[in-house]
């Protein structure tokens, strides 16, 4: 059977640029679309492979610089017909224009009680909606930052799907009560969970499968393992700015041919792999014993020696 593939980029403004100081716009520039390799750049090699991917945006900033830097997130990616669903980094409820991030919540949502979950995963779907897109049907949370109260709350909503659970990250702050290598979507707490999918870097270390921290080589051999063992389906993490350096002033080359060559293999891998979009609650073939790609030495070690390239070159500032 096919395994339908989740490709999801997380869309936000990062906090570090509110932190130092910077406007809304500078904050949206060097976040959603930084040195050209942001959101617009994404939507186009999407489209020119034919792919369905799903934007996760996150409207919290709405609580301090109002509804437009929603829209501007999301409008360009629903006028390419891309898919939006709902993100949430909590920390933007507190925070204030223009002070530097002096004000601000907690960082992790799973650290708020039930009720301060439901009460700002409400907000932030009705400003998504006020934005533009259509009510949202699945969610990650920032940093993976969930548990099961999370997911009652979504329940509650009327969400069908959470993507947060990631093994890499578990127990915290990735904290649904799932086993760490659980990579198969899954029947829990009230929705499925569609887990991100994992390779063993090295014995009993688990990695997550985001563009920033695979190699392309990483990348091949965990969709040919996903085939070739028959997996209910592949979640795969972008950002919208993890294709340019932390500073958002210039192209990072090592993510950005990640990228391309991921777009690359997906598209030559469609009929076994076909993407998917949420909204089409694709059937899922839930709770398998899915397990992640085992670990080789060799494809580690080269990895290893291309984020040394990443950080030391690529990552420097314009």
Not at 95 to 120: I, K, N, S, T, Y
Not at 125 to 135: F, I, N, Q
């Amino acid at each position: 059977m096919p395994t339908p593939v989740f490709l999801t980029v997380d869309t936000e403004l990062m906090w570090r640029h509110h932190a130092a100081g910077l406007p809304v716009g500078e904050q949206l520039a060097r976040s959603v679309e930084p040195a050209g390799v942001g959101v617009a750049y994404q939507l186009r090699v999407l489209a020119e492979h034919r792919l369905k991917a799903c934007f996760f945006v996150d409207p919290m900033p709405v609580a301090a610089f109002g509804i437009d830097v929603a829209k501007r997130m999301i409008e360009p990616v629903l006028a390419a017909g891309q898919e939006v669903q709902l993100h949430l980094h909590p920390n933007w409820a507190g925070a204030r224009a223009g002070d530097g991030g002096a004000a601000h919540g907690v960082f992790e949502l799973c650290d708020l009680p039930h009720a301060g979950q439901a009460a700002l995963l409400r907000q932030a779907t009705d400003w998504l909606v006020e934005a533009g897109c259509e009510r949202p049907i699945a969610f990650r949370a920032g940093s993976y930052a969930a548990n099961d109260d999370t997911l009652a709350a979504l329940a509650e909503l009327g969400f069908a799907y959470d993507s947060s659970h990631n093994g890499s990250e578990h127990p915290w702050p990735s904290a649904i009560s799932l086993p760490p290598r659980r990579i198969a979507p899954v029947a829990h707490g009230g929705l499925i969970e569609c887990p991100v999918t994992l390779i063993e870097e090295a014995p009993g270390r688990l990695r997550h499968f985001q563009i920033c921290a695979l190699s392309s080589a990483e990348m091949r051999a965990a969709l040919d393992h996903a085939i070739t063992h028959d997996h209910a389906a592949v979640t795969i993490v972008g950002h919208g700015f993890e294709l340019a350096n932390r500073a958002g002033t210039r192209a990072n080359g090592v993510h950005r041919r990640r990228f391309e060559a991921l777009c690359a293999m997906l598209a030559e891998r469609r009929g076994a792999m076909p993407t998917c979009w949420y909204r089409e609650r694709p059937a899922l073939r839930l709770g398998q014993d899915d397990a992640p790609l085992p670990p080789d030495r060799w494809r580690m070690g080269l990895r290893r020696a291309e984020q040394l390239w990443s950080n030391l070159v690529e990552e420097r500032a314009a």
